[in-house]
């Protein structure tokens, strides 16, 4: 980039161009465009690099301090079944209405069983480990959740991973969960899910949360942690 920075002055309706040295501004002619333009993207770029270095300054500053195993310990404590009965009132929803909606029964999807293999902290049985964990983390929170509820949009039912109260607004909110995006076909329906819950109005980062994983790159607590508290804390 070229030495010195831009300088805009106005006179009248009309724009005057300066480069400046830091004592002395000079002119810059119509004809030197490509001057102001070089000059701009310098500044632009200058202050987007100071952004960045701040950015970088906090992140070290966090991940100095930021402790993952304190996560996982809390995990395992509310996941343990010798606490479980124990440590029960500290996840149920606060507002009755929210509790008994989460506990009354509810048409479920009964399609492959077998592959209900995880158990959350709750009862509920779950298809994944990934799963497993934003139930867990829901429960910690004490936000009110329904697993693979039915959930009709005209002709058509589904049954979103989970439907979710709002444990303040009682709002409703879906959480797709889309574990295998490393597979052409699976990603394929994944795509086709979300269109139809789009054409429905249900649309994606408003009322319907998704998350993705692949084999090389689960979803991890942290992430589980930080959409639950954009969305619900």
Known sequence: MP????????????????????????????????????????????????????????????????NSEALQSELELITSPELKEFLASNFTPISQELKNWMNEPYKRNTSFPEHLVHETYDGNKVRSKSEMLIASFLSKHRIPYRYECELQLDEIFLYPDFTIRHPVTGEIFYWEHFGMMDNANYYRKAFERLQLYTSKGIIPTIHLITTFETRDKPLGMDTIEKIIEHYFL
């Open 3 to 66: 030495e010195g920075k831009l300088i805009c002055t106005h006179n009248g309706k009309y724009l005057k161009w300066h480069v400046s040295d830091g004592k002395n501004k000079f002119y810059i002619p119509k004809k030197e465009h490509q001057l102001v333009e070089q000059l701009a993207s310098k500044k632009y770029l200058t202050l987007q690099l100071k952004n960045m270095l701040q950015e970088k300054k906090a992140l070290e500053a966090y991940l100095k301090e930021h």
